[in-house]
T-cell receptor, first 111, second 114 residues
């Protein structure tokens, strides 16, 4: 399984945009880039995913580099509720369908 | 939709006891799975199912059994609880197993084995 690298922690101010980076230099052509987050004492929550093109949904935007070796999750206006651990995960068509959660990025949002 | 539901939220067991963790989804998802999350570690896949009547092992299946008699339900059975099974257990579901589909997680069951 291809590996992802994320910063251990980041800080943001409330109502400002947040850019969470992820490096995945060994990504294969069929790997989808998924982002999940986990709020304290809760289960992981799906945020967004994409393959090659940038993606937007009601929660966030995903910007994927042209060579697909990195991506950035963009929260347009951080709120206190966005404080969580954010996981960047590469998912391929493997048999088990499992998601491999690394250490993720702990995002702190300051009021 | 209720999404993915899990019961109970908390459970304390004595070593050697058995129990079943319940998981249900109302989204007509084919794929369901169980993970465990230990402190300071990522989630590890225990078992998964790609449809009713079909189950398979993940990376840490020992000590756990599953069955999938309906699309909606995917219970996880601990056969003889051990302290090493103290963990938080998450159930997840997805429309399909394929990489292009997102997964939805339940709120978790926090299990302590003494």
């Amino acid at each position: 399984d291809a590996k992802t690298t994320q910063p251990n922690s980041m800080e943001s101010n409330e109502e400002e945009p947040v850019h969470l980076p992820c490096n995945h230099s060994t990504i294969s052509g069929t790997d989808y880039i998924h982002w999940y987050r986990q709020l304290p004492s809760q289960g992981p929550e799906y945020v967004i995913h994409g393959l090659t093109s940038n993606v937007n949904n009601r929660m966030a935007s995903l910007a994927i580099a042209e060579d697909r070796k990195s991506s950035t999750l963009i929260l347009h206006r951080a709120t206190l509720r966005d404080a969580a651990v954010y996981y960047c995960i590469l998912k391929n068509e493997g048999n088990t369908g499992k998601l491999i959660f690394g250490q993720g990025t702990t995002l702190q949002v300051k009021p | 939709n209720a999404g993915v539901t899990q019961t109970p939220k908390f459970q304390v067991l004595k070593t050697g006891q058995s129990m079943t963790l319940q998981c249900a989804q109302d989204m007509n998802h084919e794929y369901m799975s169980w993970y465990r999350q230990d402190p300071g570690m990522g989630l590890r896949l225990i078992h998964y199912s790609v449809g009713a009547g079909i189950t398979d092992q993940g990376e840490v299946p020992n000590g756990y059994n599953v069955s999938r008699s309906t699309t909606e339900d995917f219970p996880l059975r601990l056969l003889s609880a051990a302290p090493s099974q103290t963990s938080v257990y998450f159930c997840a579901s997805s429309y399909r197993r394929a990489a292009s589909y997102e997964q939805y997680f339940g709120p978790g069951t926090r299990l302590t084995v003494t």
